[in-house]
């Protein structure tokens, strides 16, 4: 069990989404930033998918009432009774210590795993909060002061009690994901259904800057810029929709939708994020500037190879770790 000692809005329990129940209207929710969340569990010796919390407003601090690996990631700082822990790192926390986290400059969101995860009540099979559907999560709602959160069994592995880290995906990948000088973050897509519906302004929209809109949230992201039109109006029927997606409503400035995006939607699709860059729009904050670039199927797929590839990494040494200094403690 850990206690919420201090929390700003919006900080939710995440897993990594609730799937399959689109049909029904049920939006998918989980981690904006799940290769963070990945990560966290991967040194606590979760599975990928337990859940964990979604930290996106500061300061954020937690009571410890047991002995426990925890392991922060993503866009926050953390304090361990006021000792610094580095960055994308494992250990072990005792009963009554006090884990702090703040804000990362440029990062819009931190994540903190547990061994065992945050065992709330699944629903629809997962413990992801759905804030616009109230369920799932602390009672569907953002985390307050005060809030008990049942922790699930595990045994605390060697790795936690020697402390752990890893290289930020953002350094260990710099190559893969591009961010030009004035800070303007390269996002990959591909063309959408109605992307030649807009003709000579579909170029433009390739061409220039967007700018993340305070008007953004986990449902989506509104950008700002010279709005872009179909050649001629456009009258579309509901259709599904998924994150990534980048819909185009009247007014011209185009909506990236999120993880908690709408089931459905009319408004004409002028691309698609490829998925291995949705994580980084997890960590942009309202004001950054985006560009889209022109993507490929063989291209997408090499990045998520990529991925793959850094979290088995990950895996494979920490198991490879552990082992080492338990036959070290054994002797």
Known sequence: MI???????LNTIQDLGRTG???????????????????????VGNEEGAAGIELQTFPFRVRFGKEVAVAVTGGGNATLDGVAMPPWWVQTAQAGQILEVTPVAGSARGYVAFGGGVDVEPVMGSRSTSLRGAFGGMEGRALRKGDLLPLGDAPVSELA???????????????????????????????????????ADAERFWRQTWKISPQSDRTG?????????????VEMRSHGIVAGVVQVPPAGEPIIQMSDANTAGGYPKIAGIVEADLWRLGQARAGIRVRFVRSSHAEARALDKAMTDYLEDIRATSQMVARALKTIAGH
């Not at 992201?221 to 109006?233: E, S």
């Open 161 to 199: 009690m020697t402390g752990f880290g890893v290289v930020a995906p953002m350094l260990e990948m710099t190559s893969l994901f591009p961010v030009v000088e004035d800070g303007t973050v390269l996002i990959r897509a591909l063309p959408a259904g109605e992307h030649d519906l807009f003709g």
């Open 21 to 43: 129940f689109r049909d029904i209207g049920v939006t998918v929710s989980g981690a904006m930033d799940p290769l963070a969340l990945k990560v966290a569990n991967l040194l």
């Open 3 to 9: 206690e919420v000692i201090d929390t700003g809005p």
């Open 221 to 233: 992201y509104r950008l700002a810029g010279d709005p872009i039109r179909p050649v001629a109006p």
